[in-house]
C-alpha cells in the first residue's frame, strides 16, 4: 500500500499536536519543518523533516525551507490524470494529500522577513488542487477534517479551499499596505477577519456578520456582552456613530444615538451628568436609543438610567461604555432583561487614516476627517464679536455636529456643553434649522446655532434671529455670504465662519 503524507507548518499551533496524532491513526507520514516540527515532536509525534523530501538543508537563514519541486510536485500532482501519476512515480514523488499551513499575522509585526514565500506557496498549490488535496488554514476546521479523514466530500474540500485563498488574500493584502506609500493605489483589498454573527442584519429578514480590519485598535474589536441582547446590525452601527460621538472628548461625553444618528450629545463634570444632560437633550427620542459613554460606569450614572426608566416610562435598548463596575451592573442588569449591557474597553486614538463609503459594485476610499484639527483658520465676520463662553460653546457644537448625519443645524446651551435642537438628514437646510429651533423650546434663547455648512441665503440667519439665537457657526463659502452676513449684524448676533464643511453621511 502506497503511503499517505501530510504537511504541517503552521504558525497557530493551536490543537495541532492532538490533530496531528488523529492523522497518523488514519495512517498518513507527517512532514514538518521548523518550530511546528520541535512542537510536534515534544508532544511524541514522530515527523519527517522536511529536508529528508527537499533534499536539501534550510538555508539563507531561513528564507528556504519548504520550495522545492519534491513539495510542490507532491501537492499539486493530478491524481485522476494516468500521465500525473506515472510521472511521480518516475521522479520518486510522494504524494502530499493533506497540507495544514497558516500563516504568521503579519500586520502583527511588518517586517521584510516576516513576508512568507514558502507557507503561501503549499497553501496556494494545495487549494488549487483540492479534488485531491485536503488543505486547512484554521484551527476550528481540524475537527471537521478528522471527521471526514476516511471519505472528504467534494463540498468540504471545496470550502477549506475557498478559505485557504481567503486566507491568502488577508495575509497578502496586509503585506501590500506595508509597503505602499500611495493613499489610492491603482488596486486595492479590502481586508477583514470576520469577528462573530450577528442577531440579523438591517431588518430581521436579513443575516449579518461583524468583520474587523485585521490591524485595527478599534474599541468595537474588544467589546463585550455583560447582559441583555445580542447584537444586530443597527445595535453594531448605532454603538459605532455613539463612539465617533463621545471619543473626540478628554471631558466625560455621552450620546444617545437613534438610527445612526445622536438625538443628544453632553458633556459633564462626570459620567452621571453627562448622561443625564444627553438624554435631557431629547428625552422623547432617547426611548429605546443606544447610549455610549467615553468614560466608566458607576452607581450615580446607572442611577441617571434608573431615574430614565422610573420618571419617563421609557426603555434603553443598548447601554456601552469602557467599564461598568459591579455595584452599577447589578442596578442595571435589573432595570430590563433585553437590555444590552457592553463594555469595549479604553478608546485608544484610532489609527487607521482611511474612510470608505459603499456604493452599488464598489466603495469609495477617502482620507478621514480631522475633526480635532478643525479649529484653526476660524473667522469672525460680524460686526459683534462672540464672547470667551460663545466661543468655546461654539467649538464643541463644532465637534458635535461633525457627527450628525448632514444636513445638519443644531442648537446648543448657551452655558452647558450639551445639544438642544437636532435638525439632520434633511434635503433642506431651511428645514433643518426649523427642526432645531422648535426642538430647543424653551432653552433657545441665547443658545448657539451650529450649521454643518454655508447658508445660502440670510433666511436661515433671520429664523435662528427671530427665536433668540446669540451666536451661529457655520462654514462660509457661499455666494450670498453677505446676506447672512447682513441679517446676523442686523440682528446683533455673532457669526463665525469656519472656512471647513462638516458633512457627514
Not at 466603495?363 to 480631522?370: E, R
Not at 460663545?390 to 452647558?416: G, H, P
Not at 433642506?428 to 422648535?438: D, H, N, Q, T
Request: hydrophobic residues 40%.
Amino acid at each position: 500500500m502506497q503511503n499517505k503524507y501530510a504537511l504541517i507548518s503552521v504558525f497557530d499551533k493551536t490543537g495541532i499536536a492532538d490533530f496531528a496524532k488523529q492523522i497518523v491513526n488514519f495512517g498518513y507520514k507527517i512532514i514538518s519543518t521548523g518550530g511546528t516540527a520541535k512542537t510536534l515532536q515534544e508532544n511524541g509525534v514522530q515527523i519527517i523533516p522536511i529536508q529528508d523530501i527537499t533534499g536539501s538543508p534550510e538555508s539563507f537563514d531561513g528564507r528556504m525551507k519548504t520550495i522545492s519541486f519534491q513539495i510542490e510536485s507532491g501537492i499539486l500532482f493530478d491524481r485522476s490524470n494516468l500521465k500525473h501519476v506515472k510521472q511521480a512515480e518516475a521522479l520518486k514523488i510522494k504524494p502530499i494529500d493533506l497540507v495544514i499551513c497558516n500563516l504568521y499575522p503579519f500586520e502583527k509585526e511588518q517586517t521584510i522577513e516576516n513576508i512568507d514565500v514558502g507557507g503561501p506557496t503549499m497553501i496556494r498549490a494545495a487549494a488549487k488542487n483540492f479534488k485531491n488535496v485536503i488543505v486547512a488554514v484554521d484551527p476550528n476546521d481540524y475537527e471537521k477534517v478528522a471527521n471526514e479523514l476516511k471519505k472528504p466530500t467534494p463540498e468540504l474540500r471545496k470550502k477549506l479551499a475557498a478559505k485557504a485563498f481567503a486566507h491568502l488574500s488577508l495575509y497578502d493584502s496586509q503585506i501590500a499596505k506595508y509597503l505602499t506609500s500611495e493613499l489610492f493605489p491603482n488596486e486595492v483589498t479590502i481586508p477583514g477577519r470576520k469577528a462573530k454573527d450577528l442577531r440579523y442584519g438591517e431588518n430581521p429578514h436579513q443575516q449579518a456578520s461583524l468583520y474587523f480590519f485585521p490591524n485595527t485598535n478599534s474599541p468595537l474589536k474588544k467589546l463585550e456582552r455583560l447582559w441583555g441582547r445580542e447584537l444586530s446590525l443597527l445595535n453594531v452601527t448605532d454603538i459605532n456613530a455613539g463612539l465617533a460621538s463621545v471619543k473626540m472628548f478628554n471631558e466625560p461625553a455621552a450620546a444617545v444615538i437613534k438610527h445612526n444618528n445622536p438625538c443628544g450629545i453632553a458633556l459633564g463634570k462626570n459620567a452621571a451628568e453627562a448622561l443625564k444632560l444627553a438624554i435631557a437633550a431629547d428625552p422623547e427620542s432617547a426611548f429605546g436609543g443606544v447610549m455610549v459613554l467615553n468614560k466608566p460606569i458607576n452607581t450615580a450614572t446607572a442611577s441617571v438610567i434608573t431615574m430614565f426608566k422610573d420618571e419617563k416610562k421609557s426603555n434603553v435598548d443598548i447601554l456601552a461604555a469602557p467599564e461598568i463596575d459591579k455595584e452599577a451592573f447589578a442596578v442595571l442588569s435589573k432595570l430590563r432583561k433585553s437590555m444590552g449591557i457592553y463594555v469595549f474597553g479604553a478608546i485608544p486614538k484610532i489609527t487607521d487614516p482611511m474612510d470608505i463609503k459603499h456604493i452599488e459594485g464598489g466603495f469609495i476610499l477617502q482620507t478621514a476627517d480631522d475633526v480635532l484639527n478643525g479649529f484653526s483658520g476660524w473667522e469672525v465676520v460680524t460686526q459683534k464679536k462672540p464672547t470667551e463662553q460663545q466661543l468655546q460653546q461654539m467649538q464643541i457644537a463644532w465637534k458635535f455636529i461633525t457627527r450628525i448625519k448632514s444636513n445638519a443645524v443644531i442648537v446648543v446651551d448657551k452655558d452647558l456643553p450639551m445639544t438642544r435642537g437636532i435638525g439632520t438628514g434633511q434635503t433642506s437646510r431651511v428645514r433643518a434649522v426649523k427642526i432645531a429651533l422648535e426642538q430647543a423650546g424653551d432653552h433657545i434663547k441665547n443658545a448657539i446655532l451650529a450649521s454643518d455648512s454655508f447658508f445660502p441665503f440670510g433666511d436661515s440667519v433671520a429664523l435662528a434671529a427671530n427665536k433668540g439665537i446669540s451666536a451661529i457657526v457655520q462654514q462660509g463659502g457661499s455666494i450670498n455670504d453677505q446676506s447672512s452676513i447682513d441679517a446676523a449684524n442686523k440682528a446683533g448676533i455673532a457669526m463665525v465662519f469656519t472656512h471647513r464643511r462638516a458633512f457627514w453621511h
